[in-house]
């Protein structure tokens, strides 16, 4: 499995940004999908995730804000970032948890960065 994460960017606060996350491989649609974020000298937390049966969990911090979503035709997961505020600054990583095995793949990262 190969993620390809893309979106990231420089956004002035409250404005929005959408992530996206390409998976290769098979059977995409019964993965859970996710995404994770590291800020500057912080450890790497969870942000969104979503199950094949589409339910979500968020981070307390990203609540009301965020969205994530998932088109399992184009084995794609998205993340639309809205309200955004300069604590969202981090480098964001796609995360997937294989059904079976429970294995997980990472992307290589996308920054974004909001300024105030």
């Known amino acids: 499995v190969q993620l390809q994460a893309s979106g990231g960017g420089l956004v002035q606060a409250g404005g929005s940004l959408r992530l996206s996350c390409a998976a290769s491989?098979?059977?995409?649609?019964?993965?859970?999908m996710g995404w994770y974020r590291q800020a500057p000298g912080k450890q790497r937390d969870l942000v969104a995730m979503?199950?094949?049966?589409?339910?979500?969990n968020y981070a307390d911090s990203v609540k009301g804000r965020f969205t994530i979503s998932r088109d399992n035709a184009k084995n794609t997961v998205y993340l639309q970032m809205n309200s955004l505020k300069p604590e969202d600054t981090a480098v964001y990583y796609c995360?997937?948890?294989?059904?079976?095995?429970?294995?997980?793949?990472w992307g290589q990262g996308t920054l974004v960065t909001v300024s105030s």
């Open positions: 979503i199950t094949a049966s589409h339910s979500t």
């Open positions: 995360y997937l948890r294989r059904l079976v095995s429970q294995r997980e793949y």
């Open positions: 491989g098979s059977a995409f649609s019964r993965h859970v």
